[in-house]
């Protein structure tokens, strides 16, 4: 018996129901990670996930799992915005190392003209 509820996997477990061995959650929502169910399930529900799984070809699934699983987890972090909260934060970091990086260029630009200025000077 506890052979076969090791074998269970987090959503068959969670939702109280068998798990066989073609189990579209058994790959993808181990029971040692019951947290990673639980999230999917609270944002999603099972029944969309299961249906978002079988949609893709089955080496595709491992991504599906990992992606519903990283918005719902975002999702509840920030009930408002989820994951785009994150994605508009990134923007404005990328936005505000492309204004660094132009300032840093413009002043090495600066400092070869100010180089040259002098060699120029020197030589003369
Ligand atoms: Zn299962």
């Not at 987090?10 to 189990?23: E, G, H, M, P, V």
Request: with cysteine.
């Amino acid at each position: 018996m506890s052979s076969s509820s090791n074998r269970q996997c987090a959503a068959c477990k969670q939702l109280r129901r068998r798990c066989t061995s073609n189990c579209i959650f058994l790959p993808y929502f181990p029971p040692t990670d019951p947290q990673r169910f639980s999230f999917v399930h609270r944002i999603f529900g099972a029944s969309n996930v299961a249906k978002m799984l079988q949609k893709v070809e089955e080496h595709e699934r491992g991504d599906v799992a990992e992606s519903l699983y990283y918005e719902a987890h975002c999702r509840i972090q920030d009930p408002v915005y989820g994951c785009v909260g994150i994605i508009t934060l990134l923007h404005e970091q990328i936005y505000d190392f492309q204004c660094q990086l132009a300032k840093v260029e413009a002043e090495i630009q600066v400092v070869k003209a100010q180089q040259l200025g002098s060699k120029n000077a020197w030589v003369k």
